[in-house]
């Protein structure tokens, strides 16, 4: 259910908790740009990891990391130089630049992404006295213009003939204008994947809804190579692995949903995305998309480089099919904030606590000495913490406030345990020494437990 409100709170919560800060926000912010927090980092760590971990699965997916630079030439060939385009319109009250398509959409009509900047016109010009600008409530807009949403810089500084490149707008091309190179170290043969995870940067008109639409945003991509006649059951085996993936980040199965594509692309065989149901609304989250031979047919073309493959097995050569799996670490990041974000009572207060999986949530266990002005206390949390830390990665030291309030922070982090070091720990009560409370996050549990136990539990939780 959508949920504006629950946008809200994330957002304060992520920066109040050191999980994502607004860009260059000294400064009055940066549109569409947003800085990782000390747990957001390792939020965003453990989602790429587990990413990687899927991938890793399969014997037959390599992984590279390619330039962000690249020739020009590889983003003419791809379309985005022609294409690529999000169509504008301002608002000639406020001045706010919007997405035709976006303002289109509110009033139930659909423009197809096919459609020239004429069509859309038309299309606009039908609907105008009926679309409402969402910034000022006016109803006067300029004419739609279509946008190039690739970003662009210079490289070189000395000569006439510096260049202006591209910023890659998507991971996918440097996976493409490589696959000849990966197979070549004679280790894969079709049918093969290649992936990779990295930086991408595209001018959103309207960046919104947080860490949804960003300009400078990472991508996991991973390509598929395969026989033509393979391809359609290949392509529905990934659908469904795809989609079972997200347990591992504990996402409910009744939050994710399939859409197919309305308006498939010229060259595309099929196209479903994978949407989460955001607190705006559903959203895509991943695109499985069946390409056919486009990708690697046009960087063919344009560099003259053969890209078809000798097939021992059936005999014969062919250029492969791509079956591509693309998933934002941004857009996941959001979807992971917003399933584990829960607000609920205890001991008679009302909390906020991030529910997230043990395995992704971005610390696994905080330390608590009862009293920090107790030296002895002191030490003994201290070789508990060590011992912690050797054996669980992502393990904090807090000794700050009361133990009720240390409980409120770590439950915002989403930290799924706590020990507390006190007196019985150190042989108060001889048959307590060397035990620990071990403070569980969900249910406000305490278990009293030797050190080791403790330990041990949570290990058993994360692995
Ligand atoms: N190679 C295919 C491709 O780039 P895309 O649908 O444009 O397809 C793939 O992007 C994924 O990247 C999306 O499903 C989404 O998760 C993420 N993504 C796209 N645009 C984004 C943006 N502006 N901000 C954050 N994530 C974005």
Redesign the pocket.
């Known amino acids: 259910m959508a949920d504006a409100g629950l946008m809200e709170k994330i957002v304060s919560l992520a920066k109040r908790r050191g999980f994502v800060f607004p860009g260059s926000e000294i400064y009055g912010g940066f549109a569409?740009v947003y800085d990782w927090g000390p747990y957001g980092v390792f939020l965003r760590e453990n989602v790429v990891r587990t990413w990687e971990r899927s991938m890793q699965e399969h014997d037959d997916i390599a992984f590279i990391d390619s330039g962000i630079f690249t020739a020009p030439e590889v983003w003419e060939a791809s379309g985005h130089v022609s294409g690529f385009n999000d169509p504008l319109v301002e608002c000639l009250s406020c001045h706010s630049k919007l997405r035709a398509d976006h303002l289109l959409e509110s009033i139930g009509i659909n423009a197809d992404e096919k459609m020239s900047e004429a069509e859309l016109n038309e299309l606009f010009d039908a609907a105008r006295k009926d679309i409402v600008c969402p910034v000022c409530g006016k109803k006067q807009f300029g004419n739609v213009v279509q946008k190039n949403l690739m970003a662009t810089s210079t490289l070189g500084r000395f000569s006439e003939e510096d260049k202006e490149v591209y910023l890659r707008?998507?991971?996918?091309q440097g996976i493409y204008i490589n696959y000849k190179n990966v197979l070549q170290t004679g280790f894969y043969k079709i049918p093969f994947g290649i992936a990779q995870v990295g930086k991408?940067f595209?001018n959103?008109i309207s960046?919104r809804q947080f860490?949804?639409?960003?300009?400078e945003?990472e991508?996991m991509?991973m390509q598929y190579f395969v026989r033509p006649s393979e391809a359609p059951a290949i392509y529905e085996s990934w659908r469904a692995e795809r989609m079972a993936y997200y347990d591992r980040l504990g996402i409910r199965p009744d939050h994710l949903r399939w859409k197919r594509h309305d308006n498939l692309v010229f060259y595309a065989k099929d196209a479903w995305?994978i949407q989460y149901e955001y607190p705006f609304g559903w959203g895509?989250?991943?695109?499985l998309?069946y390409r056919g031979d486009y990708d690697l047919s046009q960087h063919q073309k344009f560099s003259g480089v053969d890209m078809s493959y000798r097939d021992e097995k059936v005999g014969g050569s062919f250029i492969p099919h791509v079956i591509?799996a693309?998933?934002?670490v941004?857009?996941?990041v959001l979807m992971v904030l917003a399933e584990a974000y829960a607000e609920d009572e205890m001991n008679g207060e009302t909390r906020v606590v991030m529910r997230f999986h043990p395995r992704i949530a971005p610390l696994k266990a905080a330390v608590f000495p009862l009293l920090k002005n107790k030296p002895e206390l002191v030490a003994k949390a201290r070789e508990v913490y060590d011992d912690l830390k050797k054996a669980v990665p992502y393990v904090i030291w807090d000794d700050n406030g009361n133990i009720g309030k240390r409980y409120r922070r770590q439950d915002e982090i989403g930290t799924p345990f706590c020990i507390t070091i006190d007196f019985d720990t150190l042989g108060e009560s001889p048959e307590k020494k060397d035990t620990v409370t071990l403070r569980r996050r969900d249910s406000g549990e305490q278990d009293r437990l030797s050190i080791k136990d403790a330990i041990e539990t949570i290990k058993k939780a994360i692995a």
């Not at 707008?169 to 996918?172: G, R």
């Not at 860490?211 to 300009?215: A, D, E, G, I, N």
């Open positions: 569409g707008a998507e991971t996918a991408v595209r959103e960046p860490l949804f639409r960003k300009r945003f991508q991509e995305d895509e989250l991943e695109g998309h591509e693309s998933v934002g941004d857009r996941t």
